[in-house]
């Protein structure tokens, strides 16, 4: 066995314990030369974004001893971004790296297994939220109502606010076409005057370009640089220091897998992309937040002025945002059992988000 090999072992153990690192060596070794490839998409268009998850299922056939490997390809490359998981249910891919929010379209109980406006603000909490307080069993019951089998969230870090024009507070919003990714967080910014639209991120430098659009949210500043957006908007919006983004602090993507492809492995290989689904979102999330650190200086060289929103800001699209998650969540019995975790973990001692008078004379339907 190889020294890398040997070095992923202990990799794995440290994650999970010695169960976990006891199935790299022996099932691995009884492949017999037979490659099993997924071909699988990610929603990234370029930048840090894309090379980091190219480089990645770069590595999956040594680590696998060539039992598994992946072929990667960038957003649109096969499908488009909202055709990824009829792409993965049809066999055109075995598996997907998709923004999380763009399954709401088909599984209703997406909208609250990545951030929501005002919502959880932290990865760890995310963490906690599907490996402690169950969200990852209700993910996967109901992904696989769909044919798909949820493997697990990925990292990346806040998304943030481009925009031609300054905008200093929320009333600024005000009128502003705005591009979002649709559902609850574009009906947040609906209700405080946006005129909001639904474009996936590979269209969002031409509409700033063209003038369709004034202001587009998309991921962080890394990739966002790369796609060109300090050429076409002189303003990053952030919320105050310390919370970058009000409206969703924690973008979550994550490994979907179609149900077929997914129940062709073999227990010990089952595991393996589980755990290597850790160990992705831990180094994506940490060299996307790196790449960040030197985009920002491009951005000022080129200069973007950053604006905050206040906390005053906060209060007030808290206010907002608490219905409309009860809106949203008792549209669908999983929706609203996902948020009850959030809601109660929002509300405990942890976290103290969400004060109790936010919520009177509202239900969850359960």
Aim: charged share 20%; proline share 6%.
């Amino acid at each position: 066995m190889t020294k890398k090999i040997t070095t992923r072992r202990g990799a794995l153990r440290a994650l999970a314990g010695a169960g976990a690192a006891t199935l790299a060596a022996p099932h691995i070794a009884s492949a017999q030369g037979q490659t099993t490839t997924w071909k699988i998409q990610t929603s990234w268009p370029g930048g840090a974004g894309l090379q980091i998850f190219k480089d990645w299922c770069g590595t999956i056939e040594e680590k696998t001893g060539g039992e598994l490997a992946f072929q990667p390809f960038g957003a649109n490359d096969v499908v488009g971004d909202f055709q990824l998981y009829d792409a993965v249910k049809n066999g055109v891919l075995e598996a997907v790296n998709p923004f999380t929010i763009y399954a709401q379209g088909i599984i209703p109980a997406a909208t609250f297994l990545t951030s929501i406006p005002l919502g959880l603000r932290n990865p760890h909490e995310f963490d906690v939220f599907y490996y402690g307080l169950g969200g990852i069993d209700i993910a996967r019951e109901v992904y696989a109502e769909q044919g798909l089998h949820f493997v697990g969230p990925v990292h990346h870090g806040p998304n943030i606010i481009h925009s031609k024009v300054p905008i200093r507070s929320i009333d600024d919003f005000a009128g502003r076409k705005m591009r979002l990714p649709g559902g609850m967080v574009a009906e947040v910014f609906t209700a405080i005057g946006a005129e909001t639209t639904v474009l996936p991120g590979s269209e969002i430098f031409p509409a700033l370009e063209k003038g369709t659009i004034d202001v587009a949210d998309y991921v962080g500043p890394a990739v966002n640089y790369a796609l060109g957006f300090s050429q076409v908007t002189d303003y990053i919006v952030m919320g105050p220091p310390g919370f970058m983004s009000l409206y969703q602090p924690v973008d979550i993507m994550d490994i979907t897998v179609g149900q077929a492809a997914w129940d062709a492995l073999s227990p010990q290989m089952k595991q393996f992309v589980e755990m290597e689904t850790h160990v992705y979102s831990d180094m994506h999330h940490a060299a996307i937040q790196a790449a960040d650190q030197e985009a920002w200086k491009k951005f000022e060289a080129d200069g973007t002025e950053v604006t905050r929103l206040t906390q005053d800001d906060v209060e007030l699209m808290t206010e907002v945002a608490v219905p409309i998650w009860f809106d949203y969540a008792n549209r669908d019995p999983n929706a609203a059992r996902v948020f009850k975790i959030q809601l109660d973990y929002m509300m405990s001692g942890s976290l103290g988000y969400v004060d109790p008078s936010l919520t009177e004379g509202l239900e969850l339907k359960l």
